[in-house]
């Protein structure tokens, strides 16, 4: 995830880094300590932990102005006031840390955030390099390898570091099936099914299907297929 953090305090902002730092190692952090920076960096985030009270362009001001450019990023205000609540419905914001920051209120705010973007259709994916935050609409098929899975989407293949289990739990069945002890599959994205294989959009080769697996296969797409066709 790309994570902002600005605040006028030198110590606020590095301790609050630090502890992002700890509970997401692989988030990419950017340092503000004005408003007007985070404005000039130009940039949309997943996430900006924004303090309120700042000299020239305070918290509030910065938000209002970031949403009249049309961004959505999640903002966290950073505060040590309450009285400003009803204000931040007005921007958006998706919560306030009191300050001094505690770290099970920073670990469940960034788990609330991550489970709010899956239920719009987007879901943090840790690669061998980096954090992609990947459409769930574009995956196509998820292939499971040693301790790892390829994440075979409509643009790309990503490598990744979770198992074909926990992709299974979090992507849930309404929209993709275990066709396979190694494949899941978008129902939304099949063409065709064979006896032993089936074809998919935006794959050049066929996935191959469980004997144990056909019968209920076809059930569940047929039953997508009748759910989804004024969408499909």
């Given at each position: 995830m790309n994570i902002a953090v600005c605040d006028d305090d030198e110590l606020t902002l590095k301790e609050v880094s630090r502890t992002i730092n700890e509970l997401c190692p692989d988030a990419e952090i950017e340092e503000f300590n004005s408003g007007?920076?985070?404005?000039?960096?130009?940039?949309?985030?997943?996430?900006?932990?924004?303090?309120?009270d700042m000299p020239e362009l305070n918290g509030m001001?910065?938000?209002?102005?970031?949403?009249?450019?049309?961004?959505?990023?999640?903002?966290?205000?950073l505060t040590s006031y309450v009285e400003f609540m009803q204000k931040a419905f007005e921007v958006r914001a998706f919560r306030?840390?009191?300050?001094?920051?505690?770290?099970?209120?920073?670990?469940?705010?960034?788990?609330?955030?991550?489970?709010e973007m899956f239920q719009n259709?987007?879901?943090?994916?840790?690669?061998?390099?980096n954090v992609v935050m990947?459409?769930?609409?574009?995956?196509?098929?998820?292939?499971?390898?040693?301790?790892?899975?390829?994440?075979?989407?409509?643009?790309?293949?990503?490598?990744?570091?979770?198992?074909?289990?926990q992709w299974i739990t979090e992507l849930g069945t309404d929209n993709f099936f275990q066709v396979h002890k190694s494949f899941v599959v978008s129902l939304k994205y099949i063409v065709k099914i064979e006896k032993d294989e089936l074809e998919?959009?935006?794959l050049s080769s066929p996935v191959p299907v469980s004997r144990r697996?056909?019968?209920?296969?076809?059930?569940?797409?047929f039953e997508y297929v009748k759910n989804n066709a004024n969408i499909m």
């Open positions: 007007n920076k985070l404005i000039k960096r130009n940039k949309c985030f997943d996430i900006i932990f924004l303090d309120v001001d910065t938000a209002h102005y970031l949403r009249s450019k049309g961004r959505t990023d999640y903002i966290i205000f306030y840390l009191s300050k001094p920051v505690d770290i099970n209120e920073m670990k469940k705010a960034l788990n609330d955030v991550q489970k259709g987007t879901i943090m994916v840790k690669t061998h390099n990947l459409n769930i609409a574009d995956i196509v098929c998820i292939e499971a390898f040693g301790d790892g899975t390829y994440i075979y989407t409509k643009n790309d293949v990503l490598i990744c570091k979770k198992t074909l289990r998919a959009s935006y697996n056909r019968n209920a296969l076809r059930t569940a797409f």
